[in-house]
Structure formats: C-alpha cells, structure tokens
C-alpha cells in the first residue's frame, strides 16, 4: 500500500516522465517483538518483470486499528544519501482500511487474510502478492527512492517498518525512438 501512496504522491512533482520501476528492495526493518511471533517475510523477483511479496506472522495480541496510525514518507537519493522530500502521509489505519482509499483494501484481499480495524490476535498472511502496476501514473520524476512506511500507535511508540528502495528509470518510447 505504500507503493499507492507513493506514486500518488509523486504526481505532485513537476518534472515527469514514462518509466520503468525497478525494485531494489523491500525490506522490514522493524517490528515490535513482544506482538510478534514467527514473522516471515520474502521479497523476490517472480518472474522476468514482476516481484512478488511473502509475509506472514502470528500476532500475539488484539489491537485496534482506530489507534494506529500509518505514516509514509518519500525519500529521494541525492548526494549520496536518501533525504526527506516532504511528502509524507498520515493515515488513521481503520479509516484508511475501511475507506479503501486507493482501492488498497480490495487488493490487499486477494492475497491474504490481513485485517485493519478490529485486529485479533492470530495468524495473518499476505501470499504472492504483486504490486499492480496497472494502476501505476504513467509518468513519475525519475530517481532513485526510499519509501519508508511506519505503522506506530497514538502515543507514537512504533509497530512496524517497512523501507522500500525503488528506482523510477527512464523508458524510451519505441514511438518516437524506434527499435
Ligand atoms: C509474470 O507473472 C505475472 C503474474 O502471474 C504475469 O501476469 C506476467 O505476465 C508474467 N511475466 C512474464 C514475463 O512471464
Ligand atoms: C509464497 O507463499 C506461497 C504459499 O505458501 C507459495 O506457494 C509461494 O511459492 C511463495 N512465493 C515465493 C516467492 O516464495
């Protein structure tokens, strides 16, 4: 769902061109262990062009979505090192599960059983799941990204983060440039 915010955010740039992504890498650099048990998660390339998401996990205790919040953040690759650029998002977690925004929710229901409002303890999966790039802008500035994705409660202790290094290259148009 990150990835949804991130090209949404990217319309807001000026500069933009038609592009091919390239996913570095998705990785999980945090989770809180005391809620967490038996956490697998695999990033990889599936097949020539797409990659594929493997995460499952067994929480330990019940939570509530309505006090989460999730936060992106887009970071772009600059003088050797990923800065801010200023687009963040914050999101209520049941509000944006429940409202769909970006139709992430009914995606996300293909691959799994992952819940956003009323969360019970148990066992959760997330299988074979493929970014959509159909529902991709066309055109994004190019650049190498890191899209950081926190789940935290209200009081701001953190839950999960997921860091996603992306790069937006250029795509030559067969059109205009020929074969
Ligand atoms: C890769 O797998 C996806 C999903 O099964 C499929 O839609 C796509 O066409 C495949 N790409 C290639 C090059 O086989
Ligand atoms: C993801 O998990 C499913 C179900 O266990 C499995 O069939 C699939 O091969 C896994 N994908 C990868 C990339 O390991």
Redesign the pocket.
Known sequence: MLLYLFVACMCMFGVAYEYIVDYEKLELAYYEKSLVRDAYF?F?K?NRTNH?L?VSFVLLKDLDGRKLQFTTSVHQFLSNEYKKTGMEATYNVCEYWSRDIYGTTSFIKKFGNLEGCDIKKGFY?L??FMPDESQFPKFVPLGRYMIQMNVVRKSGAPLLRFQWFVTARFKLNNRVYGV
């Open positions: 695999l990889r599936y594929c493997n999966y299988y074979n």
